[in-house]
């Protein structure tokens, strides 16, 4: 999750921050349909316990979305 933004950020941005900051950066631009699974990456990356999900095949599920959406932002 935190990798791909950070790729992304570093594509478009030219520039190089930490997979938090990207993190941040991403979830300010994609669709709504994103934003859990990017706070929930955040959240982990922060190292806070509370997870946004109760079923973690929900969460590989809404990470591979992400993921499947996020590839194609490449080629732009």
Do not use: C, H
């Amino acid at each position: 999750m935190l990798g791909i933004s950070r790729l992304y950020y570093t594509m478009y941005e030219m520039d190089i921050v930490s997979k938090y900051e990207a993190g941040k950066y991403v979830l300010e631009g994609v669709p709504p349909d994103f934003e859990k699974i990017l706070k929930e990456a955040l959240r982990i990356r922060k190292g806070e316990s509370k997870s946004y999900y109760s079923s973690p095949f929900k969460r590989r599920k809404d990470t591979l979305s992400f993921m499947w959406y996020m590839i194609p932002q490449f080629n732009d």
